[in-house]
């Protein structure tokens, strides 16, 4: 996992880090009209061309609804563009991964945390692998512990990666 901190009252040392700073303020500005208590979570997947919002939620562990965020469409369409953006610019550090998982934590004073990595699980279960009969057998309880943040712990069997 690499982690990137930051401050939204520094200026960006690169062009990943401004649309990282993009992407941060959308997500304020939709949860402002919120009672939010700081600091905001949101983890989410993107292991194609789409990205999945798995989980948004306070510090009190509240989930929050992202209407707010992702209303009218053009919203969405704009934080998706955005987050493809930082998803390529991976010849650029801090963001010199690939990845599929990312974990962004918004503080109230204006810090951040950006965290991200490559999940080989998430990778298998929205590739081309899927036609493979191992993943067309995964339970719902394997698939849901895949999409979260930890996914399968390191000795879980992955019958669909070995072959």
Partial sequence: MIEVKGNLVDIASN??????????????K???????IYPVEIYFIKPNNHT????????????LQLSNLFYPKEKKAHFDKR???LHDCTRIKPFNQK?????????????????YKFDRDIHAAYSVMQGQSELKRLDE???????????????????????
């Fill in 99 to 115: 990845w599929n998982k990312a974990r962004l934590i918004i503080h109230d004073d204006q810090r951040y945390i950006f965290q």
């Fill in 52 to 63: 999945c919002i798995i989980e948004a939620k306070n510090k009190l562990d509240d989930s």
């Fill in 83 to 85: 987050l493809e953006i």
């Fill in 141 to 163: 309880e394997t698939f849901k512990k895949i999409r979260t943040w930890e996914g399968l712990s390191n000795n879980h069997p992955r019958p669909w990666l070995s072959s």
């Fill in 15 to 28: 062009a990943a880090i401004c649309v990282l700073q993009e992407l941060i303020k959308l997500i304020q």
């Fill in 30 to 36: 939709g949860v402002r009209n919120i009672d939010t």
